[in-house]
């Protein structure tokens, strides 16, 4: 069984910062690929980062060089380090594994439930 659990959302002012969380519950963590994927109201689920299993990334463009992908294979954690975020950036995000190297195409085969980030401006 797979589970994928998200927390450190939040309320935060234009150009401030988070850090996302997603605890991954597998008996083999690092065989899986992840990413962080985002949704917005009324928009398609957009990928924002992913990692291999070697620690390679891959961002969007959206937020290349604001957002920092990251794994801890002790901890069996995925973090999404968010800079300089921008209310565009507003979404729920939901953390994502896989067996395949989908990078930001959302065909992952487990999601999280999800945890909402709101960005004022």
């Known amino acids: 069984q797979v589970q994928l659990v998200e927390s450190g959302g939040g309320s935060v002012q234009a150009g401030g910062s988070l850090m996302l969380s997603c605890v991954f519950s597998?008996?083999?963590?690092?065989?899986?690929?992840m990413a962080w994927f985002r949704q917005a109201p009324g928009k398609e689920r957009e990928g924002v980062a992913a990692?291999?299993?070697?620690?390679?990334?891959t961002y969007s463009d959206s937020v290349k060089g604001r957002f920092t992908i990251s794994r801890d294979n002790i901890k069996n954690t995925l973090y999404l380090q968010m800079n300089n975020l921008k209310p565009e950036d507003s979404a729920m995000y939901y953390c994502?594994?896989?067996?395949?190297?989908?990078?930001?195409?959302?065909?992952?085969?487990?999601w999280g439930q999800g945890t909402q980030v709101t960005v004022s401006s």
């Open positions: 994502a594994a896989s067996p395949i190297n989908w990078l930001l195409l959302p065909k992952y085969e487990h």
């Open positions: 597998a008996y083999t963590y690092s065989h899986y690929y």
């Open positions: 990692i291999d299993l070697h620690d390679y990334t």
